[in-house]
């Protein structure tokens, strides 16, 4: 597997397949996505996982991470959100965030992402805002550095 950067267009068929597939494409567009830094991970040439990335001073947000579900729970995500925190630390970023899906926050506590402000809802689905501060090397040991995927060994 390997992780690379891409285009706003290539990151459209996965955030459409996994996000809001009842929805238009163009629905899956971000008024920011030609600023955005846009992450890939592909397995054999096929791209499995997108994120995208808007910089704003000091502060990173995550948005519109999506893995496709076959390819869920297979450590893939894990190793695209380890990759842009050693790029934001890197670029010493001080703080990363995301809106994340409640059902979701366990998979961010791993990234010592910590909740902030009052849980809301996006339609009918609960998120919470979640943040870990990269100026205080707030952020866990990675557990899968150098890597593959282990369901793909």
Known sequence: ????????????PV??????????????RVPEDDAGVH???????????????????QNARLRKFATLHEYQGKGVGTLVIERIL?????????????DARESARGFYHRFAMEPFGERFYKGDVPYFKMAV?????????KQH?????????
């Not at 890939?40 to 990335?53: H, I, P, R, T, Y």
């Not at 050693?86 to 995301?98: E, P, V």
């Open 1 to 12: 597997m390997k992780i690379e950067l891409i285009t706003a267009e290539q990151t459209l």
């Open 15 to 28: 955030r459409h397949r996994v996000l809001w597939p009842d929805k238009p494409v163009d629905f899956c």
């Open 39 to 57: 992450y890939g991970a592909f397995f054999d040439e096929k791209l499995v996982c997108v994120a995208s990335v808007f910089i704003d001073g």
């Open 86 to 98: 050693s790029d934001l630390q890197t670029q010493n970023m001080a703080r990363f965030w995301c």
């Open 133 to 141: 501060d990269l100026a205080s090397g707030g952020i866990v040991p």
């Open 145 to 153: 550095q150098d890597k593959e995927p282990t369901a793909y060994l």
